[in-house]
C-alpha cells in the first residue's frame, strides 16, 4: 500500500505493508536517526514526536500515523546548525556509544517544549523510559539541563 506522511515538514508517499511500524518506515526511507533497541516499547530508541508527543515509532502502526505531524532527530537541527538540545549534548559529552541519543534527544526537546525550566528529578522523570545501554545517564541530565538554560536564554 502506498501512505501519505508529513516527516519533518514535507509531506511524502511512502511503500509500507499495513503492519510495518511507523520506525519499519522510516528507516526503509533513510530516516534512520530512529534507532532500532527492542523492537517492543522497552528501550526509547526508536522515540520520535507525532504531532509533538514522544513517540515509541516501533510499537506505532504507520497506519496511525497518517494525518500526522512526524518529526525525527533529522528533523531538528543540521552538522553546522545543531538545535540547542543537541548542541549541549555535543558540548556535554553526554554520549558514549551514542545509540540511545536519538530518542534521549527527542524525548528531552518533547520535555522542554512542554516545560522549559525542569528540576534535576523532572529530567530524569522524562527520560526514565529512554534507556542507555552504557548508563551514562549523569551526563545526558546534564545536557538537558544545559540546553534548558540555554534555551531559556534564546527566549530572552
Ligand atoms: Fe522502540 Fe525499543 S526500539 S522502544
Same mark, same amino acid.
Given at each position: ?38 523492537? !517492543?516499547? =522497552?528501550? %526509547? ?6 504531532? $509533538? ?7 506505532? +502502526? #504507520? !497506519?496511525? =500515523?497518517? %494525518? ?6 533529522? $528533523? ?7 538545535? +540547542? #538540545?543537541?548542541? =549541549? ?8 556509544? $551514542? ?58
Amino acid at each position: 500500500m502506498q501512505i501519505e506522511l508529513e516527516v519533518n515538514g514535507e509531506t511524502e508517499t511512502f511503500e509500507a505493508s499495513k503492519s510495518d511500524s511507523l520506525l519499519d518506515v522510516l528507516r526503509a526511507n533513510g530516516y534512520t536517526g530512529a534507532k532500532r533497541g527492542c523492537d !517492543t516499547g =522497552a528501550c %526509547g530508541f526508536c522515540t520520535v514526536h507525532v504531532d $509533538g508527543d514522544p513517540t515509541l515509532s516501533c510499537v506505532t +502502526p #504507520v !497506519t496511525k =500515523a497518517e %494525518g500526522a505531524s512526524v518529526e525525527t532527530i533529522e $528533523g531538528l537541527g543540521e552538522q553546522d546548525d545543531l538545535h +540547542p #538540545v543537541q548542541q =549541549a549534548f555535543v558540548d556535554n559529552t553526554a554520549l558514549q556509544c $551514542g545509540f540511545c541519543i536519538p530518542g534521549m534527544i527527542m524525548r528531552s526537546k518533547a520535555l522542554l517544549d512542554e516545560n522549559p525550566d525542569p528540576t534535576e528529578q523532572e529530567v530524569r522523570e522524562a527520560l526514565s523510559d529512554n534507556l542507555c545501554r552504557c548508563t551514562g545517564y549523569k551526563k545526558i541530565v546534564e545536557a538537558v539541563l544545559d540546553a534548558a538554560d540555554r534555551m531559556d536564554v534564546d527566549r530572552a
